[in-house]
């Protein structure tokens, strides 16, 4: 599976260039925030704000969606993978962030293989940042919680870039199977917005996995007999 993390900076341009992408690159899923407007289509799911959101593309089919609606966040099922979308907006309180953060992971609590991916506008050296903030201490706290869910970000490329400043804002957080058989990388081409392209690759749910998914005990499942 290929996927790509993206803020748009709701930008129409960066928008029309993501569809562009996405058939280049041939991704399969596409998580982005601040996205321009919403794709009228079974395959695009948002939050209420608007602000987050995930694509099903390459003919993924969205296997289940969140009931409970959220702002700040939404998640989908795909490839019996949970794909979560999360922004966080940079002027909200340290208090509003934490709760946006603990609905999240009272969310992520519930599923094995699972993806949260999005803009945290977050600040720590744990990911590369020059100086941790009080938002990046209140992520590694509530992300901690978690004990199967790993962060992905390494190394020092910047994800967000405007005015000869940068700075990695945009994370990913992953079950310990996925971190394990999959890669990532900050992507160089151009996306006509101020945060970089983000590629996931290499995830593949197990057998067994998709089995207990479904319901099934992967012991009983028989052989070809060819």
Not at 33 to 44: P, T, V
Not at 61 to 73: M, W
Request: proline share 1%; aromatic share 10%; hydrophobic share 40%.
């Amino acid at each position: 599976m290929r996927i790509l993390q993206l803020n748009l900076n709701h930008c129409e341009a960066a928008q029309d260039l993501l569809y562009q992408t996405v058939r280049e690159q041939h991704i399969d899923v596409a998580i982005l925030s601040e996205q321009y407007k919403n794709l009228d289509s079974n395959s695009w799911v948002s939050d209420v704000s608007g602000k987050a959101a995930v694509w099903a593309c390459n003919s993924q089919a969205i296997q289940e969606v969140n009931t409970t609606l959220h702002s700040g966040f939404v998640w989908v099922k795909i490839n019996d993978m949970y794909i979560f979308s999360y922004y966080a907006y940079p002027s909200i309180t340290i208090e509003d962030f934490a709760n946006l953060l603990d609905r999240i992971l009272l969310e992520a609590s519930c599923h094995k293989s699972a993806i949260i991916a999005g803009d945290f506008n977050a600040w720590t050296t744990e990911w590369g940042s020059r100086l941790t903030n009080r938002r990046g201490e209140v992520l590694l706290e509530a992300f901690a919680q978690l004990n199967d869910m790993i962060l992905m970000n390494t190394g020092t490329n910047p994800t967000f870039t405007r005015a000869g400043r940068s700075s990695i804002i945009d994370l990913k957080f992953a079950s310990g199977r996925m971190h394990r058989s999959a890669t990532w990388e900050v992507c160089r081409f151009y996306t006509n917005s101020d945060h970089q392209a983000i590629l996931i690759t290499g995830y593949k749910s197990s057998q067994r996995e998709l089995m207990a998914s479904r319901g099934l005990n992967a012991n009983f499942v028989k052989s070809d007999p060819r």
